[in-house]
């Protein structure tokens, strides 16, 4: 019986290892691509989060004006349907009044919050509710946060 031996060539190891380098280089630059696309991704993430925690401060700043101005109406108003028309002739241009909701809106980077409080009766303990609080973005994406 003919017994032959299985040998490699000499360049058949250094063959292999050029395979295996270039197969490690190829993966970590994907990896890399990867890396600094998730970082990209992750920045804007903190951009568009600042900017709507900045629109949801404003407009509970905003919140806070109304329910000022809410207050010194309530001083002087003798019931709830003179309270509502002192609270309509106090508003901003940029705020309106349907019933007894305020409506107005805060912008940012093309980023839009519209809000909405309701005007509670006299013997409410609270003046102001919060009615509507809805983010749009740039895209026409809404979203409503209440």
């Known amino acids: 019986m003919n017994k032959r031996a299985f040998r490699l060539s000499p360049g058949a190891p250094s063959l292999v290892l050029i395979v295996v380098v270039l197969s490690m280089s190829i993966m970590g630059m994907l990896m890399f691509i990867r890396t600094r696309n998730d ?3 992750s920045s804007r993430s903190v951009q568009v989060a600042q900017q709507d925690a900045l629109l949801y401060v404003q407009a509970e700043e905003t919140f806070a004006v109304l329910d000022g101005m809410v207050l010194q109406c ?3 108003a003798a019931g709830d349907e003179q309270l509502l028309e002192m609270v309509a002739a ?3 241009e940029d705020m ?5 909701v ?4 805060e912008t940012d980077g093309g980023r839009i919050f519209r809000a909405g409080v309701q005007v509670q009766p006299l013997d409410s303990e609270t003046r102001l509710t919060w009615h509507t609080r809805i983010l749009e973005a740039e895209v026409g994406e809404t979203w409503n946060i209440f």
Do not use: G
């Not at 309106?96 to 007894?100: A, F, G, H, K």
């Open 39 to 41: 970082m990209r991704l």
């Open 74 to 76: 309530r001083l002087h």
């Open 90 to 92: 106090s508003l901003p």
């Open 96 to 100: 309106e009044m349907e019933e007894n």
């Open 102 to 105: 305020i409506f107005w809106q």
